[in-house]
């Protein structure tokens, strides 16, 4: 294990490794989601249901952190923590890529193949600007 550094990080989020969302709720306690994640340069990108309690939360206080945990290596990681943007034209495309690179064929086949594990509503793109970046690779 060595510190993580921008150029291992960007290495694994390029991989189909998990990310563990956390935002904080109206009463302070966090609120931990698993979802497909992208990077853009440094920035962590991820998409979710619109209307979702990620987006409430994000929205109300954009303060996130970002866990990824590589299922090869189980106790390294590491810990992205920035400020959430909307970026709500780029979700379709975002969502596609994502579908893509986690499953390895388009939103629309996966829908028709397993209409029960893709989510098909409305979705928004978030996009994560790093203030802080800890962790073991």
């Not at 970002?66 to 923590?81: E, R, S």
Request: aromatic residues 6%; glycine residues 6%; without cysteine.
């Amino acid at each position: 294990m060595r510190p993580v550094t921008p150029r291992n990080l960007r290495r694994l989020l390029d991989t189909p490794v998990f990310g563990i969302v956390a935002t904080i709720q109206p009463d302070g306690t966090p609120q931990q989601s698993v979802v497909w994640i992208g990077r853009d340069g440094d920035d962590v990108l991820f998409y979710l249901a619109a209307g979702s309690r990620k987006e409430k939360n994000l929205r109300r206080d954009p303060r996130v952190s970002v866990l990824v945990n590589p299922v090869d290596a189980p106790y390294t990681y590491a810990v992205i923590q920035g400020t959430a943007t909307f970026e709500p034209d780029r979700a379709l495309a975002l969502r596609d890529e994502l579908t893509a690179k986690y499953v390895g064929i388009s939103h629309a086949e996966h829908i028709a193949r397993t209409p029960e594990a893709a989510y098909a509503g409305e979705v928004t793109a978030v996009r994560v600007t790093p203030n802080r970046i800890l962790g073991r690779l």
